[in-house]
């Protein structure tokens, strides 16, 4: 890539260092091994003394949280951070990591991921040159907006961030980007998993038709809509929408309960539909507007969202694709996948470590990241590819 080329020609704003907080090692690991390959294969010995350090067996810096009987913690660095341009990776989303609480097993939550990361920030104590905070699931972003008299917790906690020293926050697919008026002054990234979504679909559903008569997307409520707009016009295709019609007299759960889909769109008949959101939470939203949709004759359902919680398990998707309702299900690994879900025959891993070694590559040389802000070229590319296979 161009932006790759040119890398080497400008100097690094600082020595780079990777911290991985706990719920994010996995990930933080193949992202480690991409930039090592990288530098490793480039010539820098005209520039020996300006790229000291510059080549590394690892860029990863030992960092923990270690807790008291009480569940209290500290964050601990345990080499020297000085002058580093830091990126932290955070995921708050892994609730497989536990702490024990008075002898009592405790997950963490996206709170405690929280704290985690404030504890390390307050560990770097102001000495690195930069600090970069990669989460990919933007805590609280769901809570962005007051509808009641409510707390702004994604608003906060990104404020919280910044006044701790934090220079960049870079998330991915963030449920409403406009949460970063919150911190005007500061940078803030939500980089879309496009690319990777037609990807993974073009690599693992060979005789995909990619054309408005075989093919549509469909946002499943009218907040995905700009989210499925883009993923529709780069594709060639029409987009279909669903909106959510609730009852508003009673609360389940939480919220106000569905009472029907109504779908906004062209004739689906034949065609086959890609399911575009954010987040697939319990997953019923997604499966009920595959219901919809096959009640209107359309043919395969892909279902792609950024973010697999799964919170209620798999089984409903199990049976939805055992029964023909879906066919293929694909989520990222920015967050914490089940080994169950990774077996599953219907599950495609759109994996993005080399997306974010890509940008912490760039973004430590203080190169633009804009070619992987907008990804519409080389999704081309891989159109181009689709077509003439098919």
């Given at each position: 890539?161009?932006?790759?080329?040119?890398?080497?020609?400008?100097?690094?704003?600082?020595?780079?260092?990777?911290?991985?907080?706990?719920?994010?090692?996995?990930?933080?690991?193949?992202?480690?091994?991409?930039?090592?390959?990288?530098?490793?294969?480039?010539?820098?010995?005209?520039?020996?003394?300006?790229?000291?350090?510059?080549?590394?067996?690892?860029?990863?810096?030992?960092?923990?949280?270690?807790?008291?009987?009480?569940?209290?913690?500290?964050?601990?660095?345990?080499?020297?951070?000085?002058?580093?341009?830091?990126?932290?990776?955070?995921?708050?989303?892994?609730?497989?990591?536990?702490?024990?609480?008075?002898?009592?097993?405790?997950?963490?939550?996206?709170?405690?991921?929280?704290?985690?990361?404030?504890?390390?920030?307050?560990?770097?104590?102001?000495?690195?040159?930069?600090?970069?905070?990669?989460?990919?699931?933007?805590?609280?972003?769901?809570?962005?907006?007051?509808?009641?008299?409510?707390?702004?917790?994604?608003?906060?906690?990104?404020?919280?961030?910044?006044?701790?020293?934090?220079?960049?926050?870079?998330?991915?697919?963030?449920?409403?980007?406009?949460?970063?008026?919150?911190?005007?002054?500061?940078?803030?990234?939500?980089?879309?998993?496009?690319?990777?979504?037609?990807?993974?679909?073009?690599?693992?559903?060979?005789?995909?038709?990619?054309?408005?008569?075989?093919?549509?997307?469909?946002?499943?409520?009218?907040?995905?809509?700009?989210?499925?707009?883009?993923?529709?016009?780069?594709?060639?295709?029409?987009?279909?929408?669903?909106?959510?019609?609730?009852?508003?007299?009673?609360?389940?759960?939480?919220?106000?309960?569905i009472v029907a889909h109504e779908y906004l769109g062209s004739d689906l008949s034949g065609k086959d539909a890609i399911i575009i959101d954010d987040m697939i939470s319990s997953g019923d939203s997604m499966l009920e507007v595959a219901r919809?949709?096959?009640?209107?004759?359309?043919?395969?359902?892909?279902?792609?969202?950024?973010?697999?919680?799964?919170?209620?398990?798999?089984?409903?998707?199990?049976?939805?694709?055992?029964?023909?309702?879906?066919?293929?299900?694909?989520?990222?690994?920015?967050?914490?996948?089940?080994?169950?879900?990774?077996?599953?025959?219907?599950?495609?891993?759109?994996?993005?470590?080399?997306?974010?070694?890509?940008?912490?590559?760039?973004?430590?040389?203080?190169?633009?990241?804009?070619?992987?802000?907008?990804?519409?070229?080389?999704?081309?590319?891989?159109?181009?590819?689709?077509?003439?296979?098919?």
């Amino acid at each position: 890539m161009a932006v790759q080329n040119e890398l080497v020609m400008s100097l690094p704003v600082g020595k780079l260092g990777i911290i991985a907080l706990q719920g994010s090692k996995g990930i933080a690991d193949k992202v480690n091994d991409y930039i090592v390959k990288w530098r490793n294969e480039r010539d820098t010995e005209n520039n020996e003394i300006h790229f000291e350090g510059y080549k590394k067996d690892s860029y990863l810096i030992e960092a923990n949280c270690p807790r008291f009987g009480t569940g209290e913690a500290k964050g601990v660095i345990k080499e020297s951070v000085r002058g580093d341009d830091l990126y932290i990776l955070c995921d708050v989303c892994n609730y497989s990591i536990t702490y024990t609480v008075c002898g009592m097993e405790n997950h963490m939550s996206p709170d405690d991921h929280f704290q985690d990361l404030k504890r390390v920030i307050a560990a770097v104590g102001g000495k690195a040159k930069k600090i970069t905070v990669i989460m990919p699931f933007l805590y609280e972003g769901r809570q962005h907006k007051r509808s009641a008299r409510e707390s702004l917790d994604c608003a906060s906690a990104l404020q919280e961030l910044v006044n701790m020293g934090v220079d960049s926050i870079i998330t991915f697919d963030a449920h409403d980007p406009r949460v970063q008026n919150a911190i005007p002054l500061a940078t803030f990234e939500t980089v879309p998993s496009t690319y990777q979504f037609i990807k993974a679909i073009a690599k693992n559903v060979p005789d995909l038709k990619v054309s408005a008569d075989n093919l549509i997307v469909v946002s499943p409520d009218i907040g995905a809509m700009g989210r499925a707009v883009y993923f529709a016009n780069v594709l060639g295709v029409d987009v279909g929408m669903f909106y959510k019609r609730r009852d508003y007299t009673r609360i389940v759960d939480g919220k106000n309960p569905i009472v029907a889909h109504e779908y906004l769109g062209s004739d689906l008949s034949g065609k086959d539909a890609i399911i575009i959101d954010d987040m697939i939470s319990s997953g019923d939203s997604m499966l009920e507007v595959a219901r919809e949709l096959k009640k209107r004759n359309a043919g395969r359902i892909f279902v792609c969202a950024t973010f697999g919680l799964f919170t209620n398990g798999l089984k409903k998707f199990d049976e939805a694709c055992e029964s023909g309702l879906i066919d293929k299900v694909v989520t990222t690994n920015l967050i914490y996948q089940t080994p169950e879900l990774l077996e599953r025959p219907y599950y495609i891993n759109a994996d993005l470590s080399k997306y974010i070694a890509l940008l912490i590559d760039s973004l430590n040389h203080d190169q633009s990241i804009s070619e992987y802000l907008n990804p519409t070229e080389r999704i081309q590319k891989i159109l181009s590819k689709v077509n003439s296979d098919n």
